[in-house]
Structures are given as structure tokens and as C-alpha cells.
């Protein structure tokens, strides 16, 4: 009896010692080369009153290039119904640079983010607007679909979990779940439509701004201090090496232009 | 219970021993024997049954008995009736079988140990004779270690970026296009490759290939590509350190005591 | 009594260490053999990083696992999850059909296998930073095979959109098949759901569901998570109901309002889904509506699993090697036209193909798998039916960026100009020929309707028979697949041309060019030589001697009898 008794003890020892294999690791693999944002290592949201203010324009440097037309290969009548042209480079009058994101680097404490905000990107004749979108850590991106096609909302992250959901035709609003960590700028596709192209950045503070039209930004209610200014465009790249410092004085204004060359 | 007679047991022998043969060595153990050797192996039974049953007179009359008393008894009436059906009905549908039989190609037999040239060359820059050419990086294996492993790795990288297809990363004959190439890709982790051969002999199958086999070297099916026309010939020998190397087999040398 | 027990713990002990160390669900610790056996065997395609970038990696496609992002495309763990151990464990044992990835079955032990695992997760911090084990899919609620299943997931498969990449039955040849992309920006083309056995994580009914449920890590194929899914928090009534009002052109109010409710339940759901997602605390009502939600996303997984399981052959389609030739078969009169019925009845040789890596330009990845061949002939002529899958009807409007020549899907046939006689007569080189020449069909998607007869000595030594037109040629190009039928007399007048003629077995081999593979001149993917044969109309002597035979042996036994009988007479 005894010798089963013993065995059994030893069969559970055994089988702790299964489950306790377990496993570590080494190594940590190096950081990605891409050209991405840069973060503050934490961010403590405080009343952001009492601000200054920094605006510019952002500009292309060189001719103004001509715009490329994209083949629209299915779907047609719905995609090609308007001309698309590829948006990683638009220049507009005065070679006005949009799609710029312009960002505080070093920024450890201001606003919060306004949470009522609605944050959408749309597929309207297989084009996500806007081209370039920030959101917020733990909020909700909608993506809705205008057009009565199939898409494919693909977000290749790399920090974060990718995303890649079918958003079928009838589906006019298909909310993304909010994310943890600080990332990007992420390129957005659909795989349905190979030329849809967008980008996200997933931003701990508010200080960032997209160029328009114009090239303007603004970035307001910056607390009063010195900032290391940031920007990152598709085709003309960062300014991570060597951004720009700026002084912003309570209820001042400060104006920063840059002028971007294609990298 | 009665008593089995000496033709059902002799019977019962003969059929157990194929039925053993195919079924159990064949299937279950899965050794499959080929169809002559079971023949083989059936003929060498029979001929002991003959020898057994007839010995002695008394033992093979009693052999034959049961055949008699099935010709002729007439308590056998029914056995008789039965087989003078079934008898003629196998033989009419095995004879039907072997004549709507259709018609297979004719294997084709191969060489598998071609013979070389008496020269060695790669392009048409003669390299010597076959049987005294040798790697020109071996002796790095004792000279210099450090060379050597240099010589191996590119070796590897050439190996991965053109062979590997075919004779697989394991170096197997087991690429992802081997098997639909017919004769199948060398398999160099095969005892009996590389211990066969020696360097120079990998040296003219890389180099000339398929195409590069003489007359006799049926068939001409062979895939391998004319690798001169893609690789140097420092590649090649390196890629040939690299087979032995990975597979731990040592290639054939001639001229040295083992 | 007391060594029996210690023996009989060694024992037990020992066995269990024997056990774990083969089947054990978790990898061992990362060690130096781990590192050794990935750098001498694996390195050499995912690279000695474990960025995908080995020295093979440059010629393949689908390009080598980078193993530094955490994404495996074969899990058992739902969307967005890292793979288990086992996962792991089970690619590298049984490789992945349809690419480079070969099992490692033989070539690795288990419990090299098991360090080889352990190594591979070194390279992505997620696999240390997860503190909670991967979320398995659960097979439960399994819909067993049948036709009204496989009629639900037939429905699905166009109201999700499979349809977008994968075509309209399956074979891969969807609209957006060609300008997919991998989470590296790397081509990737989807799956041609008809050949199961190139599907890189097993073609079970359990395997396609848990690619549902999970999704194809890097790929664009996406997972069926809650919050994403068709109609998320509709039951399969509501959801067929709102997809027919979303499909009226115009929608009166009374619909508005119907779909704006459909909307309403779903943003519900949508939003549970996506808090629990967030890790948010939910109620039980909450948890009963989230729950039922998932249901039917499960149900319908099941059903578009069974529709997929339903669009490919039990197996893979034999090799026409050894005595499995290609037999034309005989019929009399017309021989049957492209779209006769008759083909039907006639089961096609599967020539498969691999790529023409000899001569440059090479094929090294190869998007054609095979070549259904079909055949009849009668007394004064042959026909053949050669079908094949093309994800592309690619048909020259396009050129190559190197050659400049337009890039167009085609295929060749080749035959030997004189068929060899004898088994150790040499055939021509399987490429094209060569000293000995080959007489080849020539057909091209940009003139569907003709094919050029060639003779060649080499693959670069091919002319153009100055004799043509004897062949009939129809062809046409649906759903991913082509279909070319061709006709031509068993006899010609051209010396160039390879004569037929029942019973002899011919060389027969192909060469075929996928246009969007960038196929063009010797890029192109083959077979070596092959059999083809008119097969004879089977004799008639096999009426006639059977009976004969069957005849003489009654004659024999009865004169067996007879003899017996006299010699026991005489006897008595």
C-alpha cells in the first residue's frame, strides 16, 4: 500500500514539475528604424489654462510636384467616381504642405484632451479622410463606411495589436476599440482596395496638430515653458535629429514655420 | 474433433505463409517484400510440402485422399458439384483479367553512379585530372580554422540560395520542388552519397549537371542545373565544403591511408 | 520491498520526465542548444535575428517569418493572441504546406524541436511581457458537414465579402487578389480555396474555423472578432433582414426606421464587445448579450468552414507518375467539342508543376500548382482538355519591368519530335530539348484562340513551325480557372510534327507562365517529362479465351474423374 502511496506523491511532484516549466527569456529585439513620433515617457494631464499659443505654416521646399493620379482597379463606379490622387505629398497654393503633423516632443504636463470630440475616419469613394488622424490613448476611433462596398480597415501596427477587420457594405459605423500605448504614425490600408492609404498616430497629450490646406497648425493652451517642436510628414519625414526649440509665454503667441524638402 | 487430413493442413500451411508474407510482414510490419521474392519464398514452401508428403508411399496416399474421395465418392457429391462451378469460374475471370490488362510504360532504368570524364573542367578552363583534383579550401580545415568556417558559411548562403529547392534545407532530398522531379533530388544525408564520392566528382555533377551526363547516364531526366553558367567556381567548392560539413559524412579520398 | 519502491518511483519518474520533455505544452527555457539548432537550421531563411531575413530569403514568396513582431499566422488562439507554445511547436514539426517551410519531423528530435521553440519567442518581448497564457478557440458548437450548412456559409461567403480576394468559388482569383500586401509590404496572394492541400495550417474543418476565429496574423485576411463582425448583435434573421433593406436602392421611412433599429443593437453589442476588449467590467445582462452575440459569429464560422471544407477535392490530386499515365481514351465518331458533357465522365492526370530554376531568368516561386489533363481520341484524331488555375487572366497589357516584353499567362506542351524508342533510348533535355529537339504546342491568353506549333533545341532555341494551323484550339478563362481545348489529326504531313499512334507511350511535358507572377521568356513553371498514350481499344480476344480456358478445365476434371474412377476399378 505504501509503495502506491509514494507513487502517487511522486506522480504529484511530477506533475508540478511539468507544469512548472516554464518560460523565460533574453534578448530584446532593437526598436523599429522607422521614422516615428516622439513621446514623452508619462504625461500628467493638469488644467491647461493660461496658455500660449504656437502656429505656422508648413512648406514644401522645391517645385511644386504634380499630383499622382491613382488607378482605380474595382469597384469603379463606386471608387471611380471622383479622380483620387495619391495624398502622401499634397502641396497646395504657396506650396503649402498639408498632411504635417506638428507636435510638442517634450511636453510632460497641460491639457487634457477634449473628450467630446468625435473622432471618425471615413471611406468615401474608397478615400479615408482625413488622411492623417491623431487619437487619443483609450478613446475610440468610428470608422465609417460611406461607400455601399466591402472594405477592409487594416492598421499595421506594430506596438499596439494590428488591426484588420472586414467593415462589409452595409455596415455604415464600425467603432475601434481604444488603445494602451503611445504609437506611430501607423499606416492604415484595405487590403479590398490596394491605394487606400491613411495614417494614425496613437498620442498621449493633446499637443499635436495636422496641417491643412493651408499648412497652418496650431497648437494651443501650451503651458508657459521652453519645447523641443517636432514634426512628421509621409514623404518628407522628421525633424527627430534635430527639432526646433521653442519659448512660449503665457497668453503669448509664438510662430514657427518650417520648410520641408522630400527625404 | 476430427481429425485435420494431410491436404487441408498442407493447405492451410501454404495459404498462412502468403497470407503471412503480404499481409503481416507486409502490412502490419510494413516491410513490403517485393512480388518475386513472396514467389520466391512460396516455391521454396510447396517444394518442402512435395518433399514432406512424399517420403513414404503410405504418406502420400494420404495426401491424395481427400482428392479421390472428392472425384469419386459419392458422399463427396456436393463438394464435387460446387467445385466443378467454381473452379472454371476463377480461372475464367483470372485469364479475363490478364488479357484486359492494359498496357504500362516501360520503367526506365537508371544510372545512378554516371560515370565522370577524365578531366575536370568548369566552363572550358580545364581544372586536371578527376582523380587528383581536390578542394582547393579543404587543407584550410587544419591550416586555418578561421578561413575555413568563412569558406563553409558561404558555402551555406550559396546552398540556401539555389540548391535548397530541390535537396531541402535538411539537405534531404526533400526541397519543396522534389517531388515532382523525377529521378528524385540527391539525398546527401544518405550514408551512402558523399562517402562515395569524391570532391571533384560533386564538383563535375554541380558544375555540368543534368545535361552534363554522359551518353550512358540514363535517363536524361535529370533537373539538375549546368551550375557553371550561375555559380563561380569558388562557390562551388565552397558550397561542396558545406555538404559535408552540415551532413558530417567525409567525402572519398584517394591517395591516403584512413 | 523498499529498492522495489525506489525502482518502481525511478520509474515512474523518469517516464514523466521522458513525457514532458516530448509532449510537454510549454517550451523549455531559452537556451544555448536552442540557439544552435535555430542557427544551423533555421537561420539560413528567418535570418540569425529572427527578422526573416536568411540568405534564401531574398528568392522566396511567401517571404520567411520575421519573428520579431509577434505574428503568427497558424494559432489556435483567438484574434490578436500570440500562438501557444504547441502552436509552435506543431508548425516546425509539420511544416507549412504550400510554401518553403518544411516539417521537421525527422530532421529535428521533439526535444530539439521543443528548444527551437523556446528560441523563436526570444525574439519578440510580448511572448515574456504576456503574463496570462494565449485565449484558445473553442471548438465547441461544432455544426457537423452537411448540404444545408455548406448552402448558410455559401450565402456568408458572399455577404462577408470573401469573395474580394478569394473569387467567386474559391480558387483565389478575387479582384483584389493581385494587389495584396503583407503586414512587411511583401506580396501575398490568397489562398485558392479549391487546393486544400496547400493550405498552411491543415485543411480540416477545424483548421479553416480557428483561421476564422483567429485570423492570419500578416496577412490582410482578417479575424471574425465580436466587434467587427458581420451584423455584430443581429440574429441570422435580423441580419439577412437588414442586408435586404441596405441593399434597396431607396428605403421608405417605416425601413429607415427598421434598419436605424438594427443599427441601435448593434452599436450595443459593438460597444460591450469593445469594453470587454478595454477591460472593462460588464454586467450579466451585459455578459448574456455579448454571449449571445458571439454565438452566431461561432454558428456562422461554422457554416463558411463547411461551404470552404465543401470547395476542395478529399485529396490532393496524384502525380501522373509511374503507371498513372495520362490514357487518351477512344471513342467513336465526333470527338467530344470544349464544352461537351462527355469530359465529364473522364477523370483528369495532375501534372504538378514546380519553377524552372536552371536557365536565367528562374521561377523560384512558382503561383501555378498544377495542370488537369484530359484526353480522347478516335481514329483520325486527339483531343485534349488542360485545365489550370490562375488567380489572373492576365493577357499582355502590362510588360516586364526588366525584359519589357508583356507579361501574359500561357502554356506550352511538349512533346519529342520522335518518340524514343526503348527504355534506355534518351529522350530530349525536359527543358525544351536540346541536342535532341521537342515539338511544342504554344498557347497565349492574349489569342485564345490559337496555338502555335514550335520545334526546339533549347529553351532559347525555339522556332516557329513554318506549317501551322492544324490545330483546333478553343479556350476560355472563368472563376481563376483556364480550360484550353485542343484538336489535331494523329497524323500530319509535317516531319516537324510528333506522329501518334495507339499503344506507344509518349514524352509528354508542360511549361506554363503566370503573367502577374511576372512569368516571361524562362521564367515560367514546369514538369519534367511525363507519359502520355493513346490507349488501345482493348482486344477482343478477351471474350474469346477465357471461356475457352474455362471450357477446358470442366474437360479436365471430369477426365481427371474418369481416370480415377478406371484406376480404382482396375485396382479392385
Known amino acids: ?140 476611433l468610428t470608422m465609417l463606411n460611406s461607400d455601399r462596398v466591402n472594405h477592409n480597415v487594416h492598421i499595421f501596427s506594430t506596438i499596439n495589436t494590428p488591426v484588420n477587420k472586414q467593415q462589409t457594405k452595409n455596415r455604415r459605423r464600425m467603432p475601434l476599440a481604444g488603445v494602451k500605448k503611445a504609437e506611430g504614425p501607423v499606416s492604415v490600408k484595405c487590403d479590398i482596395h490596394g491605394w487606400m492609404s491613411a495614417w494614425i498616430a496613437y498620442v498621449p497629450h493633446p499637443y499635436f496638430a495636422v496641417t491643412n490646406e493651408k499648412g497652418e497648425f496650431t497648437l494651443e493652451d501650451v503651458p508657459a515653458g521652453t519645447y523641443k517642436l517636432g514634426y512628421w510628414h509621409e514623404a518628407c519625414g522628421t525633424n527627430n535629429e534635430s527639432p526646433v526649440e521653442v519659448t512660449v509665454e503665457a497668453g503669448g503667441t509664438v510662430t514657427q514655420d518650417f520648410t520641408l524638402k522630400l527625404k | 474433433m476430427k481429425k485435420l487430413s494431410l491436404f487441408t493442413i498442407c493447405l492451410i500451411i501454404l495459404i498462412g505463409s502468403w497470407v503471412f508474407l503480404e499481409f503481416v510482414v507486409g502490412g502490419i510490419i510494413s516491410v513490403p517484400i517485393p512480388n518475386s521474392v513472396i514467389a520466391m519464398y512460396m516455391g521454396l514452401i ?178 539538375m542545373p549546368i551550375w557553371e553558367d550561375h555559380l563561380t567556381k569558388d562557390e562551388i567548392w565552397d558550397v561542396i565544403l558545406f555538404l559535408s560539413e552540415y551532413t558530417g559524412y567525409q567525402f572519398r579520398t584517394f591517395g591516403e591511408a584512413h | 520491498m523498499r529498492i522495489r519502491t525506489i525502482a518502481l518511483l525511478l520509474t515512474v519518474f523518469g517516464m514523466l520526465v521522458v513525457f514532458n520533455s516530448a509532449y510537454a505544452q510549454n517550451a523549455p527555457e531559452a537556451s544555448e542548444k536552442g540557439k544552435e539548432v535555430y542557427e544551423n537550421s533555421c537561420a539560413h531563411c528567418h535570418g540569425v535575428e529572427g527578422r526573416g531575413d536568411g540568405s534564401a530569403a531574398e528568392n522566396l514568396l511567401p517571404k520567411p517569418r520575421d519573428f520579431t513582431r509577434g505574428l503568427y499566422k497558424i494559432r489556435s488562439t483567438e484574434a490578436g493572441q500570440l500562438p501557444t507554445d504547441q502552436d509552435l511547436f506543431d508548425i516546425i514539426t509539420e511544416g507549412m504546406p504550400g510554401s518553403s517551410m518544411p516539417g521537421w519531423e525527422t530532421a529535428l528530435t521533439a526535444n530539439d524541436r521543443w528548444e527551437v521553440v523556446a528560441y523563436i519567442k526570444t525574439f519578440y518581448d510580448g511572448f515574456k511581457e504576456n503574463e496570462n497564457p494565449p485565449k484558445q478557440i473553442t471548438l465547441e458548437g461544432k455544426i457537423p458537414y452537411s448540404e444545408q450548412s455548406v448552402e448558410i456559409g455559401k450565402e456568408l461567403y458572399v455577404e462577408l465579402g470573401c469573395v474580394e480576394c478569394h473569387g467567386n468559388v474559391g480558387r483565389g482569383d478575387g479582384t483584389s487578389a493581385p494587389t495584396l500586401t503583407d503586414s512587411w509590404g511583401f506580396q501575398t496572394w490568397p489562398a485558392n480555396l479549391t487546393q486544400g492541400w496547400n493550405y498552411r495550417g491543415g485543411f ?21 472578432e465580436g466587434d467587427s463582425f458581420l451584423n455584430f448583435g443581429l440574429t441570422a434573421e435580423e441580419s439577412k433582414r437588414l442586408i435586404e433593406l441596405e441593399n434597396k436602392d431607396e428605403m421608405t421611412e417605416a425601413e429607415e426606421e427598421e434598419s436605424g433599429q438594427f443599427y441601435e443593437k448593434m452599436d450595443t453589442a459593438v460597444d460591450i464587445a469593445l469594453s470587454i476588449k478595454e477591460g472593462a467590467e460588464m454586467s ?53 467539342a470544349f464544352d461537351d458533357a462527355a469530359w465529364e465522365t473522364f477523370e483528369a492526370r495532375y501534372f504538378p508543376l514546380v519553377g524552372q530554376v536552371v536557365i536565367e531568368p528562374r521561377q523560384f516561386n512558382p503561383t501555378i500548382d498544377g495542370v488537369h489533363v484530359k484526353s480522347f481520341y478516335n481514329d483520325t484524331e486527339v483531343v485534349f482538355l488542360f485545365v489550370w488555375d490562375d488567380r489572373t487572366h492576365t493577357t499582355g497589357d502590362e510588360t516586364d519591368e526588366t525584359t519589357q516584353k508583356p507579361l501574359e499567362d500561357a502554356l506550352a506542351v511538349q512533346f519529342p519530335v520522335k518518340v524514343p524508342q526503348g527504355p534506355t533510348a534518351p529522350k530530349p533535355y ?143
Open chain 1, 1 to 140: 500500500m505504501k509503495t502506491y502511496l509514494l507513487a502517487s506523491l511522486t506522480l504529484l511532484l511530477a506533475c508540478c514539475y511539468v507544469g512548472i516549466v516554464g518560460i523565460t527569456f533574453a534578448a530584446d529585439s532593437d526598436a523599429g528604424e522607422m521614422e516615428m513620433l516622439i513621446f514623452p515617457e508619462s504625461y500628467k494631464p493638469t488644467s491647461g489654462s493660461n496658455g500660449g499659443t504656437i502656429s505656422g505654416v508648413v512648406k514644401f521646399e522645391g517645385d511644386k510636384p504634380e499630383m499622382k493620379m491613382l488607378e482605380i482597379t474595382k469597384d469603379v463606379e463606386v471608387c471611380g467616381a471622383t479622380e483620387k490622387y495619391d495624398e502622401a505629398l499634397v502641396v497646395g497654393e504657396n506650396n503649402a504642405l498639408k498632411n504635417t503633423i506638428v507636435y510638442l516632443i517634450d511636453i510632460t504636463e497641460g491639457k487634457d484632451f477634449d473628450k467630446a470630440a468625435k473622432l471618425e475616419m471615413d471611406q468615401k469613394g474608397c478615400k479615408f479622410t482625413p488622411h492623417v488622424q491623431i487619437v487619443p490613448l483609450d478613446t475610440r
Open chain 2, 46 to 223: 510447396v517444394i518442402a510440402i512435395l518433399v514432406h508428403i512424399s517420403v513414404e508411399d503410405s504418406q502420400f496416399r494420404e495426401f491424395l485422399r481427400p482428392i479421390h474421395e472428392t472425384l469419386v465418392d459419392d458422399r463427396r457429391r456436393v463438394h464435387r458439384r460446387v467445385l466443378v462451378v467454381l473452379i472454371p469460374l476463377f480461372l475464367l475471370g483470372y485469364t479475363y483479367s490478364i488479357i484486359a490488362q492494359r498496357a504500362n510504360p516501360p520503367g526506365s532504368p537508371r544510372d545512378a553512379h554516371p560515370s565522370p570524364p577524365l578531366e575536370l573542367t568548369y566552363k572550358d578552363e580545364g581544372i586536371g585530372t578527376m582523380q587528383d583534383v581536390v578542394n582547393p579550401f579543404r587543407h584550410y580545415e587544419k591550416d586555418d580554422p578561421e578561413a575555413f568556417k568563412a569558406h563553409v558559411e558561404n558555402g551555406r548562403r550559396v546552398y540556401h540560395q539555389n540548391c535548397f529547392y530541390c535537396h531541402g534545407d535538411h539537405l534531404d532530398g526533400q526541397g519543396h520542388f522534389a517531388p515532382y522531379l523525377q529521378p528524385l533530388p540527391a539525398n546527401f544525408q544518405d550514408p551512402g552519397i558523399i562517402p562515395n564520392f569524391q570532391e571533384s566528382f560533386f564538383f563535375w555533377r554541380i558544375a555540368k549537371g543534368g545535361p552534363g551526363l554522359p551518353a550512358a547516364g540514363t535517363p536524361w531526366d535529370s533537373a
Open chain 3, 204 to 224: 480540416d474543418t477545424e483548421d479553416i474555423f480557428k483561421r476564422f476565429i483567429g485570423g492570419i496574423a500578416g496577412s490582410p485576411m482578417p479575424a471574425f
Open chain 3, 284 to 336: 450579466t445582462t451585459q455578459m448574456q448579450t455579448y454571449n449571445d452575440a458571439m454565438k452566431v459569429v461561432y454558428e456562422k464560422s461554422w457554416h463558411l468552414a463547411n461551404y470552404v471544407k465543401s470547395l476542395m477535392p478529399e485529396e490532393r490530386p496524384e502525380p501522373a507518375i509511374g503507371n498513372n499515365v495520362l490514357r487518351s481514351q477512344y471513342v467513336q465518331g465526333e470527338l467530344p
Open chain 3, 430 to 572: 525536359f527543358l525544351w530539348g536540346g541536342r535532341l529537339p521537342v515539338y511544342l504546342w504554344h498557347w497565349k491568353a492574349s489569342t485564345p484562340d490559337q496555338v502555335t506549333e514550335l520545334t526546339a533545341k533549347g529553351i532559347n532555341n525555339a522556332e516557329t513551325q513554318e506549317a501551322q494551323g492544324e490545330l483546333q484550339v478553343q479556350s476560355a478563362y472563368t472563376d481563376g480557372q483556364y480550360k484550353l481545348w485542343v484538336k489535331r489529326t494523329l497524323k500530319t504531313d509535317d516531319k516537324k510534327d510528333l506522329q501518334l499512334e495507339p499503344g506507344v507511350f509518349v514524352p509528354i511535358a508542360f511549361s506554363v507562365w503566370d503573367g502577374s507572377n511576372a512569368d516571361v521568356d524562362t521564367k515560367l513553371t514546369m514538369t519534367s517529362w511525363y507519359t502520355f498514350t493513346l490507349e488501345p481499344v482493348p482486344s477482343s480476344r478477351r471474350f474469346v479465351y477465357p471461356p475457352i480456358i474455362a471450357i477446358l478445365s470442366v474437360g479436365l476434371l471430369f477426365g481427371l474423374r474418369a481416370f480415377v474412377q478406371r484406376r480404382n476399378t482396375e485396382d479392385v
